[in-house]
């Protein structure tokens, strides 16, 4: 088989599989939220916290609960990395210095799992398991909630009340992200990686050059961050390490963990608005956009837009021999349009072109199909966009899902949009103008610019993934993508919860002849472009610098 047939078999089947999930996972996530059953070890969690679980709240409070348990949970685990050495499992290493300990934990907490460092040289195993680890569930259940919330922001009526956000944290961890992470583990470790707590510096050569299983808890910290879309890893080279990622089986199974609960949120969206056929519309815009770029990146990788490239068939720089170019440019796209900074080839050895398409994804706000959670609510503010645009365009009242989107509305959408290019394009521009900005690059000219706009790229939409070339483990940089990481993750989400809330205060406004339908093709076409141009107008000055520039050199 060729490798092109096999790279499109490869994407085929990956269809094939989420396929068969979108309506399972879909119905029992809904079911997981909406029931009004609280098992015994939840009651128990809920009176540790003194929470009652029966009683919801406004968006207000849903969103002082949701910032309050990030903060602590920020607190935690910077103070967990700096008492490091005083603690147990440390494995003899120091306590984190201040400034990677701050990116760090802010990095974890808010799902962006940036790494600064060498995970398997720098953190103990508690620090892993009881620090980095339970952020990969809990940051994923926290985007998981929002999402949740605003769905109900348009299938509540005449309330100000959107839910529990305790209830919803503690459901979405423990019958959701828990239990499939546990079998998605023991897969992982039947396909060959690791599960254990030897000390990664207890590497036994045998004959031949050959080296025994060494590391730490490899495979629950691979499969939590696959599957609650978080990046980071026990190794520096994250899923290019056999440990980490041992075949092209485990490959496609780390991929397909990626996208599991972003694509199967659609239909528990669809479940509680009472209209599947609105999460197929959504369901719709992010299969197109997704596959367009699974396409595009796989193109420009295979083709080899350079000389070199050209002259060997295909850019194999940078990636591992074990996936080859077409699952290498299918990775690096699942990973970037999610919020998952897993990557199994390096970012920056890619074309120019191909490289700028794991920015375009991060760029269009990882809506295709985004984050855990984070992709749907993403998803949704577009689509309120998109009514209003087209209200516009008839003289209308724009409305969707039975409410209407009046001022309030659309102030809080454009807001939710508008934060992460400013973030993104400031944070570049600031490191582009000063020394400490500037001394990290390792590149000069459009590449090293796009290293720049990478790192700040991701750091704002909370992807995690790095383009490398740059060195980023300075007082400045963690300082500077902690900022981004933070503002990039709780102002979107205090934006959408106040527009849920506006939403569930309204009275459902009825059908008429004049109302757009959004469940099809038509809808689904126009959301896809509104999300094309709104990003293409953004970003485009700032990838003509970079990417384009060097792609057209």
Not at 206 to 227: D, H, M, N, R, Y
Request: net charge neutral.
């Amino acid at each position: 088989m060729s490798p092109t047939a096999a790279g499109i078999l490869f994407i085929v089947s990956l269809v094939v599989a989420l396929a068969v999930t979108y309506k399972p996972l879909g119905d029992y996530m809904y079911r997981v939220y909406s029931s009004a059953r609280h098992n015994a070890v939840e009651r128990g969690i809920y009176r540790l916290m003194g929470v009652r679980p029966d009683q919801d709240q406004r968006w207000g409070a849903y969103a002082r609960s949701l910032l309050a348990f990030s903060v602590i949970s920020i607190l935690f685990v910077y103070g967990m990395q700096r008492l490091q050495d005083k603690l147990f499992l440390s494995l003899g290493f120091p306590g984190v210095t201040d400034h990677v300990a701050w990116n760090t934990a802010i990095s974890f907490v808010t799902n962006t799992n940036w790494q600064a460092y060498s995970g398997e040289s720098t953190m103990g195993h508690l620090v892993q398991m009881a620090a980095l680890a339970v952020q990969n569930f809990v940051s994923a259940a926290v985007g998981m909630a929002v999402a949740i919330a605003l769905v109900r922001g348009f299938a509540r009526n005449r309330t100000e009340k959107i839910g529990n956000f305790w209830v919803d944290l503690v459901r979405g961890s423990l019958r959701i992200l828990l239990p499939i992470a546990i079998v998605g583990a023991l897969i992982l470790v039947a396909g060959g990686v690791i599960q254990n707590f030897a000390s990664p510096h207890d590497v036994t050569t045998l004959a031949g050059g050959t080296q025994s299983i060494t590391g730490g808890p490899v495979a629950s910290q691979e499969v939590i961050k696959e599957l609650g879309n978080n990046g980071g890893g026990f190794y520096n080279t994250n899923s290019a390490h056999p440990f980490e990622n041992a075949t092209s089986w485990t490959n496609w199974f780390e991929i397909f963990f990626i996208l599991l609960i972003p694509f199967a949120l659609p239909r528990t969206f669809g479940r509680i608005v009472g209209q599947n056929r609105q999460g197929y519309a959504i369901l719709a815009v992010m299969g197109i956009l997704a596959l367009g770029s699974v396409a595009l990146t796989n193109i420009f990788e295979i083709g080899g837009h350079a000389t070199v490239t050209q002259a060997l068939g295909a850019a194999m720089e940078g990636k591992d021999v074990r996936f080859g170019v077409s699952n290498s440019a299918t990775f690096g796209a699942a990973t970037t349009l999610t919020s998952t900074g897993a990557v199994n080839s390096f970012h920056d050895s890619f074309t120019p072109l191909g490289g700028m398409m794991t920015m375009f994804n991060m760029m269009l706000g990882e809506v295709a199909p985004g984050g855990a959670g984070a992709g749907m609510y993403g998803m949704l503010v577009l689509a309120v966009i998109t009514v209003f645009v087209a209200g516009l365009m008839v003289g209308r009242t724009p409305e969707y899902l039975g409410k209407k989107i009046g001022s309030r509305e659309i102030k809080l959408a454009s807001l939710y949009f508008l934060t992460t290019p400013t973030l993104v394009l400031i944070g570049t521009a600031v490191a582009m103008g000063n020394e400490a900005g500037l001394a990290a690059m390792l590149n000069s000219g459009p590449h090293g610019f796009s290293e720049i706009l990478y790192a700040f790229t991701s750091a704002s939409n909370n992807n995690g993934s790095a383009f490398g070339g740059v060195t980023v483990n300075t007082p400045w940089y963690d300082v500077a993508l902690g900022l981004c990481m933070v503002f990039g993750r709780f102002l979107p989400i205090v934006f959408v919860l106040g527009l849920a809330g506006s939403l569930a205060k309204q009275a459902p406004v009825p059908v008429s002849a004049g109302t757009l339908p959004t469940y099809r093709p038509q809808f689904v076409g126009m959301v896809v472009g509104v999300t094309i141009i709104v990003v293409a107008l953004t970003f485009l000055p700032a990838l003509a610098l970079g990417p384009l520039a060097e792609g057209l050199s």
